[in-house]
């Protein structure tokens, strides 16, 4: 995994040219996306986190690019770094709709236990965005 990079969100650039947008989740003044790249059938992650927060106190905001990683299971763990499985769900690539589906709900429904209304609203929310097959 490559290294993180903060700097001012005004010089702030996707990981890198010619990606895909694969999840976009938006929270209060700023928003997490991963990005990713295909080689092939083999395809690569990126992180970018921005809080625009400081903007309110006449500051700059920041952004916070995390490098590449190999799978989804390494993405994944870029992404539960932050509760992004509560947090509102903007933008879901197709290619990954099963994919992300199966890990948010995994991350809101825990077997055995009964889900706050929060999460339930959260849950129907991941599924209208991801419209996973067999659900």
């Known amino acids: 995994m490559e290294s993180n990079s903060v700097r001012p969100h005004s010089e702030a650039q996707t990981c890198d040219s010619d990606v895909a947008l694969i999840l976009e989740i938006g929270?209060?003044?700023g928003s997490i996306e991963l990005y990713g790249r295909s080689d092939g059938p083999r395809w690569q992650f990126c992180r970018l986190t921005?809080?625009?927060s400081m903007l309110l106190c006449g500051a700059h905001g920041w952004t916070d690019e995390v490098g590449w990683v190999d799978t989804w299971g390494e993405a994944l763990a870029l992404l539960?770094?932050?509760p992004w499985a509560r947090l509102s769900?903007?933008?879901v690539d197709s290619r990954f709709r099963n994919a992300v589906w199966e890990a948010a709900?995994?991350?809101?429904?825990v077997r055995g236990?009964?889900?706050?209304s929060h999460a339930a609203r959260q849950l129907a929310r991941w599924r209208e965005y991801c419209q996973p097959e067999n659900n």
Not at 105 to 109: S, Y
Not at 113 to 116: K, L, N, Q, S, T
């Open 105 to 109: 709900a995994g991350r809101l429904c």
């Open 113 to 116: 236990e009964a889900i706050d």
């Open 89 to 91: 769900v903007v933008r």
């Open 50 to 52: 921005s809080d625009q």
């Open 27 to 29: 929270a209060d003044l």
């Open 80 to 82: 539960d770094q932050y």
